[in-house]
């Protein structure tokens, strides 16, 4: 199994960023998949999930109404489009799957990770 997110950069306050989340060896359509991030010396944190068959998504109140999560089947990827980007979104983002059709926030509740990629928003 692997995830390789992609798509991070250095972006200006208010600049927008689309991150991948490209899947293989593993049946996409199986899974949940959940964006999480991590600020230098801050724990990872929730960003947000989609379920298995996109019937339901789910935002951290942070980004809710600026970040919008998506998954091609074809493809077998997952998006995370950001948009209106402010400094405090600075952190390594990561891919995360579980197996079933329920979204989740916590850590414990993935089963496969991606390796991260960064995203810098400066001011």
């Known amino acids: 199994v692997q995830l390789q997110a992609s798509g991070g950069g250095l972006v200006q306050a208010g600049d927008s960023l689309r991150l991948s989340c490209a899947t293989s060896?593993?049946?996409?359509?199986?899974?949940?998949v959940g964006w999480f991030r991590q600020a230098p010396g801050k724990e990872r944190e929730f960003v947000a999930a989609i379920s298995r068959i996109s019937a339901s998504t789910y935002y951290a109140d942070s980004v809710k109404g600026r970040f919008s999560i998506s998954r091609d089947y074809a493809k077998n990827t997952v998006y995370l489009q950001m948009n209106s980007l402010k400094p405090e979104d600075t952190a390594v983002y990561y891919c995360?799957?579980?197996?079933?059709?329920?979204?989740?926030?916590?850590?414990?509740?993935?089963?496969?990770w991606g390796q991260g990629t960064l995203v810098t928003v400066s001011s």
């Open positions: 995360a799957l579980r197996h079933g059709n329920v979204v989740a926030t916590t850590i414990p509740e993935y089963d496969y």
């Open positions: 060896g593993l049946t996409f359509s199986g899974y949940a």
